[in-house]
C-alpha cells in the first residue's frame, strides 16, 4: 500500500483494500474522515501512518447499537387487546334472538378486523354467517347485533383470516390472530337488557344514549305497555334533560309486510320525532339498512309532517314526503328484493284503497336483508326552530309482521 498527494489532498490508492467492509462502512468513514481523514497526522503526507476506520467505526457505532436496543425496548408498541363495553344475557335458547353487544380495541391498527362469536354449544359467527365482520370506529370502539348465548368472543384478525361459520374452540393468539377476548353472557336481569313484550314480540329499551336528532337520551321508563296490551312511548323532562324512548324488536324478521297502527299523532310537538325503521348495526356501509316512516315537521309546523324514507335522506329520490291527519292511522311497509312499498291508511284498514292516506314505491337504493331488526323511537329534534316545551306520548295499538 503507498499513498500519494493529488491537488494536495492525501487518497489511499487502496482503499478498498484496507476496508474490505467498505460497502457498509462507506458514509460513516466519510463523515469520520473529514475531521480525521482516516490516517495520523505528520509533517509530510507521505508519511502519514494510516489507522484501520472499522476500529474507530466500532467504537462508535456499539455504544449507539446498544442505546437503540435500548430505546427499542422502551419504545416497543404493546400487542393489541379487546374489551367488551356491554354483554348481552347469558341464555341457551338464543336461536332468534337478538342482542347488542358493544366493546373497544386496544392498540389496534387499520388493517386489523374484528369477528365476534356467540357460544350456544358451539362457537357460531356472529352476527350471520356471510356478514362475518364489525366495523371498529375511528375511536376503535365497535357496536353490533348478536344472537344470545352462554359467553361471547371478539377476535382481531389480519387480512389473511377466514372466519369459519362455527367452531368448536376459539382460535388463539398468533398467525392472522391478533388477539383474542371472551366473556360469560350478563345476567338476564340486568338493567342493560330490560325487555318489555308487546303484539306476540319482545322488544329490548334503549338506555344508552344516541346521535338521533342530535342528541338523545333515553330512559328505559319511558318504554311500557298498558292493561291493554298497546305500548307506550314518551319524552320526559327528567331534573332538566329530556329523556326520549325507543323499543328495538329482538329477532331479525326480513323481507316482507311490516305495519304498526298508532294513535293520533297530531298533538305532537313540532320539535318532537315518532320513527318506526329498520336498523341493523352489522351493515358495512354508513346506512346501517334503515328505512321506515318518520312522523315530524323537524320543528317547523308550517311543513309537511311526515315522510317515507330509505337512508341516505340527502338523496332526493330517497324521501317521500307528505301530511297526516288526526286520528287512528296505520303506517305499513312491504318489502321484497329491490323493492318496498310504503302505505298510510286510515285507521286500523292498512289494505283499503278508500283509506289511503299516502303511499310510495322506491326500487333504488332498497337495502338487503341481513341482520336488521325493527324499531320504535320517540325523540327530540334538538335544531328545531321551536325548541320542546312540554312531555309528549305515542300510543301504538299494534305491530304486525307477515312474510
Known sequence: MYWVKKNKVCVSDNHKAIHPAASRFDLACFALSRQRNCYRRSNECGARAPIRCSSVVAALVLPCLSLLAGCHSQLSVPEPSIEFTRIPPATKSGVDKLDVIEGRVIGGNPKLKLVLYAKNGKWWVQPISNEPYTSIRPDATWTNFTHVGTEYAAVLVKLGFHPASSLNELPSRGGNVAAVATAKGSDPGSQISKTLWFSGYEWRIRSAPSNRGGRSLYDVNNAWT???????????????????????????????????????????????????????????????????????????????????????????????????????????????PGRVLFRTSRGTDKESKTGTVAEHEFTSGVPTHGSESVRMTLYVFRTAKEPIQYGNEVVIEKFEFLP
Open 226 to 336: 298498558d292493561s291493554k296490551g298497546a305500548l307506550h312511548l314518551r319524552i320526559k323532562n327528567s331534573s332538566g334533560e329530556w329523556t326520549c324512548a325507543e323499543v328495538t324488536l329482538t329477532r331479525s324478521l326480513g323481507y316482507g309486510s311490516y305495519s304498526f297502527t298508532v294513535h293520533d299523532t297530531s298533538q305532537l310537538e313540532p320539535a318532537a320525532a315518532f320513527a318506526m325503521f329498520t336498523y341493523d348495526y352489522a351493515e358495512a356501509g354508513p346506512n346501517n339498512r334503515e328505512m321506515g316512516v318518520e312522523i315530524s315537521p323537524w320543528g317547523d309546523r308550517n311543513t309537511a309532517n311526515a315522510q317515507f324514507i330509505i337512508q341516505p335522506f340527502y338523496v332526493p329520490e330517497n324521501t317521500s314526503r307528505f301530511s297526516v291527519p288526526s286520528g287512528v292511522l296505520t303506517h305499513s311497509f312491504r318489502w321484497e
